[in-house]
Nanobody, 121 residues
Framework: QVHLVESGGGLVQSGGSLRLSCAAS????????MGWYRQAPGKQREMVAT???????NYADFVKGRFTISRDIPGDTVSLQMYSLQPDDSAVYYC???????????????WGKGTPVTISS
């Protein structure tokens, strides 16, 4: 089984910063993308930022210029550096990865359990 474990969530004041990290473990052939999603109470889960193995990144409009996603080499860890946090950024942040278990298998979508982020005004 493939597991994603997030860390780095917490409580910060408005205007503060946090860095989230997510590490993948388990038997797998490759990870072709990793990313961060968030879900606030009463709202649907939404994409925050994603990064492919090739280095292509994608950000939601509401975080552009404030958040930066990065992946390590060999690519089994993804981080999200968040600056200028606002109360609307409060949510549970989930790590996501698209993986292949074997060279010929199809893609598998894996989710972490989430880490809560709370921004106080």
């Amino acid at each position: 089984q493939v597991h994603l474990v997030e860390s780095g969530g917490g409580l910060v004041q408005s205007g503060g910063s946090l860095r989230l990290s997510c590490a993948a473990s388990g038997a797998m052939f490759s990870i072709y993308h990793m990313g961060w999603y968030r879900q606030a109470p009463g709202k649907q889960r939404e994409m925050v930022a994603t990064a492919t193995t090739g280095g292509t990144t994608n950000y939601a409009d509401f975080v552009k210029g404030r958040f930066t996603i990065s992946r390590d080499i060999p690519g089994d860890t993804v981080s999200l550096q968040m600056y200028s946090l606002q109360p609307d950024d409060s949510a549970v942040y989930y790590c996501n990865a698209g993986v292949k278990i074997t060279r010929t298998s199809g893609g598998l979508d894996v989710w972490g359990k989430g880490t809560p982020v709370t921004i106080s005004s």
